[in-house]
Antibody, heavy 122, light 108 residues
Framework: EVYLVESGGGLVQPGGSLRLSCVAS????????MSWIRQAPGKGLEWVGR??????????DFAAPVKGRFTISRDDSKNTVYLQVNSLKTEDTGRYYC?????????????WGQGTLVSVSS | EIVMTQSPTTLSVSPGERVTLSCRAS??????LAWYQHKPGQAPRLFIY???SRATGIPARFSGSGSGTDFTLTISSLQSEDFAVYYC??????????FGQGTKLEIK
């Protein structure tokens, strides 16, 4: 069974930082591309960023609203992907989900965690 | 950036009815289109990928169709557990992997 468990969310002031973690189990994490997706209160899903597997180059891509402020990294020895969120804005408030990319020929997200809540407020 | 537009925003339906949800892309995404179900307090769940392939464990009453810019998700006979928000998402041209704004299925 695939599990993705996020943690690290919390209340932070504008301009602050957090590091979100997502621990994975039940699949070959080394080979997986992983994404972060968020949902602001009362809004829809918004893709945040993605990291490829090390074998795929390990590169990252980000959505325009977070580019330059957010980074994604992975520690395959710990089956963990991280989202470092810096220079936080009130509009970054929301639930942050990590998700596994299904396969390289179908870049949908086949497993999701329950999410971790980030609240940016003064 | 490809913009995904879903219609309608909200759909009030009765159990047992047949329902069709629409998703339109601002440019062709071929068949690189997924549908997700999202219920409050739960993780989103992949239902359809490749525009028409059901994900593991998804009941046969759900079907997806379309290619290019126009897609539909059809539920042949609504069950009580199907009331939720449904999102489409393209993965043809990325980044970003853009989502539609969602269609909420509510009980009439």
């Amino acid at each position: 069974e695939v599990y993705l468990v996020e943690s690290g969310g919390g209340l932070v002031q504008p301009g602050g930082s957090l590091r979100l973690s997502c621990v994975a189990s039940g699949f070959d994490f080394n080979a997986a591309w992983m994404s972060w997706i968020r949902q602001a209160p009362g809004k829809g899903l918004e893709w945040v960023g993605r990291i490829k597997s090390k074998g795929g180059g390990g590169t990252t891509d980000f959505a325009a609203p977070v580019k330059g402020r957010f980074t994604i990294s992975r520690d395959d020895s710990k089956n963990t992907v991280y989202l470092q969120v810096n220079s936080l804005k009130t509009e970054d408030t929301g639930r942050y989900y990590c998700a596994k990319v299904y396969m390289l020929t179908a870049l949908a997200f086949d497993h999701w965690g329950q999410g971790t809540l980030v609240s940016v407020s003064s | 950036e490809i913009v995904m537009t879903q219609s309608p925003t909200t759909l009030s339906v009765s159990p047992g009815e047949r329902v069709t949800l629409s998703c339109r892309a601002s440019q062709s995404v071929n068949t690189n289109l997924a549908w997700y179900q999202h219920k409050p307090g739960q993780a989103p769940r992949l239902f359809i990928y490749g525009a028409s392939s059901r994900a593991t464990g998804i009941p046969a009453r759900f079907s997806g169709s379309g290619s290019g810019t126009d897609f539909t998700l059809t539920i042949s006979s609504l069950q009580s557990e199907d009331f939720a928000v449904y999102y489409c998402q393209q993965y043809d041209n990325w980044p970003p992997y853009s989502f539609g704004q969602g269609t909420k299925l509510e009980i009439k």
